[in-house]
């Protein structure tokens, strides 16, 4: 069974440009949650998607969206880029929600803005 | 305070060792424990995830759960170097339904 996959791997944007972020989970998994891991703050959780409904969000700006498709895969788009937006963005599926079941992350994708 | 913490660390044993890893959380209602392991530059896996107060054993690793202490802890046995790499500890709000990571401890075991 094919793992988790996110596309791009890398990408490198300027300050104000737009991002988005996609993500494919494992086939079956129904969630779908986005991270945001930093050497100074960690992992820090962005979103969680369930059945195409946002099921949770954390405490970041609304620069930070995201959506679930009726095949799983997700997208995460991020506004009005800033310097203190770079970094790694996990995504993660898993079969129910995140609170319950084992999440299998992704490779990643290093946002770098300059 | 922050809502999951953990030692960063580093926190070093030799090998063969018992390695003791510590996370305590502030929401008392929580439910869910889980331990997830990172190896530099690679995502996080799961090792063990605990619900219920106690002990839970898989192999070398042992999750332990105290509530009434707000604290989950991961004992590695027969420490490997192949077991060096960041812990991260997360642990689901039970107000929010929010799964909260802790910024994780660094394990080294040296041969």
């Known amino acids: 069974k094919a793992g988790v996959t996110q596309t791009p791997r890398y990408l490198i944007k300027t300050r104000g440009q737009q991002v988005t972020l996609s993500c494919s989970p494992i086939?079956?998994?129904?969630?779908v949650s986005w991270y945001q891991q930093t050497p100074g703050q960690g992992l820090q959780f962005l979103f969680e998607?369930?059945?195409?409904?946002?099921?949770n969000k954390g405490n970041f700006p609304g620069r930070f969206s995201g959506r679930q498709f009726s095949n799983s895969r997700s997208e995460m788009n991020v506004s009005t880029l800033e310097l203190g937006d770079s970094a790694l963005y996990l995504c993660a599926s898993s079969l129910g929600l995140s609170g319950y079941n084992e999440q299998f992350f992704g490779p990643g994708t290093r946002l770098t803005v300059l | 305070q922050k809502e999951v913490e953990q030692n960063s660390g580093p926190l070093s044993v030799p090998e063969g060792a018992i390695a003791s890893l510590n996370c305590t959380y502030s929401?008392?209602?929580?439910?869910?424990f889980f331990w997830y392991r990172q190896y530099s530059g690679k995502s996080p896996e799961l090792i063990m995830f605990?619900?219920?107060?106690g002990d839970k054993e898989d192999g070398r690793f042992t999750a332990q759960l105290n509530k009434a202490s707000q604290y989950v802890s991961l004992l590695i046995r027969d420490s490997q170097p192949s077991d060096s790499a960041t812990y991260l500890c997360?642990?689901?709000?039970?107000?929010?339904?929010?799964?909260?990571f802790g910024q994780g401890t660094t394990l080294q075991v040296k041969p």
């Open positions: 086939s079956g998994h129904r969630s």
């Open positions: 605990i619900y219920s107060n």
């Open positions: 997360a642990v689901l709000r039970s107000n929010t339904g929010k799964l909260i």
């Open positions: 998607y369930f059945s195409e409904t946002q099921r």
């Open positions: 929401d008392r209602g929580s439910q869910s």
